[in-house]
């Protein structure tokens, strides 16, 4: 499975930014799709989780209420909407892709994208 973030960028704090994760064709492959960071200094973590079939969301506290996960099944696209940014969200972004159901675990996840930085000054 493929997966290829875009829209990352730099952004004034109280600002947005929309991600996205093209995911390839192989739909099959994929029970759920979650968005990630990687902060400076420190591990990475589980933001957001959406569940292709039903289209179940989960959401960290750290960006519950700000930052909202979909998809575009036509698109075989996962969006990560980011609103209100603060300092603390500068970090790589990757989002991940997994098969089996273990969907809210943030470790096992197989597929993953090459991130797509996002900095706010």
């Known amino acids: 499975v493929q997966l290829v973030e875009s829209g990352g960028g730099a952004v004034q704090a109280g600002g947005s930014l929309t991600l996205s994760c093209a995911a390839g064709?192989?739909?099959?492959?994929?029970?759920?799709m979650g968005w990630f960071r990687q902060r400076p200094g420190k591990d990475r973590e589980g933001l957001a989780v959406?569940?292709?079939?039903?289209?179940?969301?989960v959401y960290a506290d750290s960006v519950k209420g700000r930052f909202t996960i979909s998809q575009d099944n036509a698109k075989n696209t996962l969006y990560l909407q980011m609103n209100n940014l603060k300092q603390e969200d500068t970090a790589m972004y990757y989002c991940?892709?997994?098969?089996?159901?273990?969907?809210?675990?943030?470790?096992?996840?197989?597929?993953w994208g090459q991130g797509t930085q996002v900095t706010v000054s």
């Open positions: 991940a892709a997994r098969q089996d159901a273990y969907c809210y675990s943030a470790t096992g996840w197989p597929y």
């Open positions: 064709r192989y739909t099959y492959k994929r029970n759920c």
């Open positions: 959406l569940w292709i079939g039903g289209a179940t969301t």
